[in-house]
């Protein structure tokens, strides 16, 4: 009963350098999303994938892309990353319609 | 701009009463509304939701009021306990663009 498995949980970079963040979902979800957590700033939306195939900018895209790799993968890429990036970041899914996101545990991320 | 926001940072309530967690929006369409709690070092969790078509939904010691007039969410916990110490993240989305938008959270602390 896995539900939204991210990987890694936690990395750390130097500016520049490049890396890709993983999830993954066992619910047969349609949708899935990138978000980033920073303190007093709540959840922000990266990107998202409404279904397999389509990918849509969320509020804070810059330096991110993202790809759908299939139904159950949805992979968050920093080309370059900067001291900025660093975060936690939480990748959700759900069916769809009126029904509530479930959340992987995270990737807390720092970039020195 | 926020579209969805929580004003309180922090709420400290006495085991036994009652919390009360607030949360406004500023898009009117929005039409379905959550709460997740979180936990260090863990992701959200879904905790309850309620559609726009309602004023108010319960379960167990959880209560959620809509207030559409007043743009206004809020969550009633009866009776707090210990175990309810978590930030608080209130959501809403639309349906038809299956994005959610969420506030910035209010961590609660439950003193025994």
């Known amino acids: 009963n896995a539900g939204v498995t991210q990987t890694p949980k936690f990395q750390v970079l130097k500016t520049g350098q490049s890396m890709t963040l993983q999830c993954a979902q066992d619910?047969?979800?349609?949708?899935m999303y990138w978000y980033r957590q920073d303190p007093g700033m709540g959840l922000r939306l990266i990107y998202y994938?409404?279904?397999?195939?389509?990918?849509d900018k969320g509020e804070v895209p810059n330096g991110y892309n993202v790809s759908r790799l299939n139904k159950r993968e949805f992979s968050l890429r920093l080309e370059s990353a900067a001291p900025s990036q660093t975060s936690v970041y939480f990748c959700?899914?759900?069916?769809?319609?009126?029904?509530?996101?479930?959340f992987g545990d995270g990737t807390r991320l720092s970039i020195l | 701009d926020q579209q969805v926001k929580q004003n309180s940072p922090s709420l400290s309530v006495q085991e036994g009463r009652i919390s009360i967690l607030n949360c406004d929006y500023t898009?009117?369409?929005?039409?379905?509304f959550l709460w997740y709690k979180k936990y260090p070092a863990e992701g959200p969790t879904f905790l309850i939701s309620?559609?726009?078509?309602?004023d108010k939904n319960e379960d167990g010691r959880f209560t959620v009021f809509l207030n559409k007039s007043a743009k206004h969410l809020s969550l009633h916990i009866v009776p707090s306990q210990p175990g309810d110490s978590a930030v608080y993240f209130c959501?809403?989305?639309?349906?038809?663009?299956?994005?959610?938008?969420f506030g910035s959270g209010t961590k609660l602390n439950v003193k025994p």
């Open positions: 619910m047969n979800h349609n949708s």
């Open positions: 994938s409404a279904s397999e195939g389509t990918t």
């Open positions: 309620i559609s726009s078509i309602k």
């Open positions: 959501a809403a989305s639309l349906y038809n663009f299956n994005k959610f938008y």
């Open positions: 959700a899914s759900v069916r769809d319609g009126y029904q509530p996101q479930h």
């Open positions: 898009n009117s369409m929005f039409d379905y």
